[in-house]
């Protein structure tokens, strides 16, 4: 059921020149509609989306399968860095004739738009986040941080020393951890599970936000496809994006995200429009809260409706 589920949604295959894309490619009734990129993170894949999608009718969207995740085509070198996805990305939009989008994205997909931002501001034409890079407080800080940004950054370094164990391993010893995920399903499941039950908003009861077909469907993505270790190139090869977006920003923010940056200090990285902090939800807030994303999504896309006006 699940298995047919997934494979009904509209797959299409894009060849880029570093080697083929798999999207899901979800076209709208209006030819004129926007194009939408939903860039999916860790530890999902496109089903993040799944419930975000039926909510997006009146644009064109395009949901790439990032290479090194599930249901991507392979990667002949394992998995990519994010800009290296960003560029992968970049290549399959121009190979569906798409030369300007909206990017939405979350988690490790926030990696990859502000690259994709950064490097290709004539086709991103506003972006829909729901995080700022915690890379941006690991490795390269400003010496004029408010009270209000030294506090964040404070938290997001407690954070990592309590509760980013998982990062440390998958930057440091990825492929040591990765033979042990791919070849027990009781540990991939056990490391994935801790990740949706800590990282969303379900007052102690993860099947809140899950049931669990959905819990071992996300789960068995990973199994059925061999991509848990190929999954953390992004960490593994991980730096702050080179360059500023200029794309105009929106952004969705869920109270139990991970470390929630103040608008402040995503001010300087982004050249943030707006601004939402929402009253519930976690780390996955296209899963948890899609009304509200979906929200979030078309504002970006009547900011790139406004700025590609003429006149």
Known sequence: MHEDRVRALPWEVVD????????????????????????????????????L?????????????????????PVPTGGLASAQIAEVVAD???????????????????????ALAAA?????????????????????????????????????????ATEGGYMHEQSTKPRTLAVGLGDSPAGLAAWLLEKYTSWTDNGG?????????????????????????TSFTPYAQSSVPAGRPVAPAVFTVGPRDLVNAPREFAERVFAVHAWHDLPSGGHFAAWEQPAAYAAGVAEAVALARAGDRPG
């Not at 880029?16 to 076209?27: C, D, E, N």
């Not at 009861?205 to 270790?229: C, K």
Request: net charge negative.
């Open 16 to 51: 880029t020149a570093r080697g083929p894309l798999r999207l899901v490619h979800q076209r709208s009734a209006d030819p004129r509609a926007t194009t939408v990129v939903l860039l999916h993170g860790w530890p999902d894949s496109v089903l993040r989306f799944e419930r």
């Open 53 to 73: 999608l039926p909510l997006l009718g009146a644009h064109h969207v395009v949901v790439p399968a990032l290479p090194g995740f599930p249901f991507a085509a």
């Open 120 to 160: 290709h501001p004539e086709a991103v034409s506003a972006l829909h986040l729901t995080d700022v890079s915690q890379y941006h407080f690991l490795d390269a800080l400003p010496d004029d941080l408010s009270a209000t940004e030294t506090a964040y950054v404070a938290h997001g370094r407690h954070w990592q």
């Open 205 to 229: 009861d993860v099947t809140r936000v899950f049931s669990r077909d959905e819990l071992l469907t996300w789960i068995t993505a990973y199994w059925v496809t061999g991509t848990i270790g």
């Open 92 to 114: 399959g939009m121009a190979a569906l004739g798409v030369d300007r989008y909206v990017l939405s994205a979350g988690d490790v997909g926030c990696d990859v738009a502000e």
